[in-house]
């Protein structure tokens, strides 16, 4: 294995655990974050994205675990997921809506442009949103949709690889199950369990993309084709190969009569 491989290889291996960091560290952020808030805030009710705003407690908790997840599920996507999935279109596709979706994507936007106020401070949707940084994060709100997208089209690219067909199966259900609760999350509204259903999602995504971390991790390395690795071209009957090409070989007659 050639020192590029080699380094292809450690890179790979970082991205994938990488994938596996990032979730764990994002789950830490909120469920620590939502521990050190004031009795107002119910986890029932108000959205992961308020333990961010600029009234949060300690909101620093909460936006270290977003930036680190949003780095780490851009670069597993793009890189070590991309490579496994790569002679698939659906598969690079699916690698590039895990990269924007709510995990990568939408935790940096949450990072850098953040609400206004939390709802648990009797803020409505207009005052949390009142500033630029505010209305951005409201727009960014979409990549969730991505984050359910992913699994059900990243399924046509793991059907064609050999031993994932029962993640295949799996990650069509945790796509499908991922858009009922974004569902219930938007149909709830603010009200009572909206906050549920969104960390049920966070938690079904986690876990996914942990599993899609640790399998790509063990998956075994097929290198690139490289002409180091083809065999070395037979020389045509009667030439013995010379540098690139060949040089005619005959055997040697008898001596001649003088």
């Known amino acids: 294995m050639h020192v590029d491989e080699v380094t292809s290889v450690r890179l790979r291996r970082l991205a994938a655990l990488l994938g596996v960091a990032g979730p764990v560290v ?3 952020g909120w469920g620590i974050g939502q521990a050190v808030q004031d009795g ?6 108000d959205d992961i994205s308020d333990l961010g705003a600029l009234t949060a407690r300690h909101p620093w908790i909460v936006l270290t675990g977003q930036a680190v997840c949003g780095v780490a599920t851009a670069v597993f996507a793009l890189t070590a997921l991309r490579l496994l999935v790569r002679d698939s279109r659906a598969g690079r596709a699916g690698a590039w809506l895990l990269a924007l979706s709510g995990f990568g994507l939408g935790n940096l936007l949450d990072t850098l442009f953040r609400l206004d106020c939390r709802a648990a ?30 699994p059900l089209v990243l399924t046509m690219a793991f059907r064609h690889l050999p031993g994932w067909t029962g993640f295949a199966q799996a ?28 960390r049920a999602i966070g938690l079904l995504a986690s876990a996914w993309m ?7 991790l063990r998956q075994p390395h097929t290198p690139l084709p490289s ?16 540098g690139h090409g060949c040089a005619q070989h005959s055997e040697p007659g008898p001596p001649r009569r003088p």
Do not use: N
């Not at 796509?175 to 969104?198: P, T």
């Not at 942990?210 to 790509?216: C, D, G, N, P, Q």
């Open 26 to 28: 994002f789950t830490l």
């Open 40 to 45: 107002r805030y119910d986890p029932g009710r």
């Open 121 to 150: 401070d009797g803020c409505d949707v207009a005052r949390r949103t009142a500033s630029w940084h505010g209305t951005i994060h409201e727009i960014g709100g979409v990549t969730i949709l991505l984050l359910a997208m992913a």
């Open 171 to 198: 990650s069509q259900a945790v796509g499908s199950v991922q858009l009922l609760l974004v569902m219930a999350s938007l149909a709830l509204g603010g009200h009572d369990g909206s906050g549920y259903a969104q």
């Open 210 to 216: 942990i599993t899609l971390a640790v399998r790509t």
């Open 227 to 242: 002409s180091a690795d083809e065999p070395p071209d037979r020389a045509a009957p009667g030439c013995l190969p010379r």
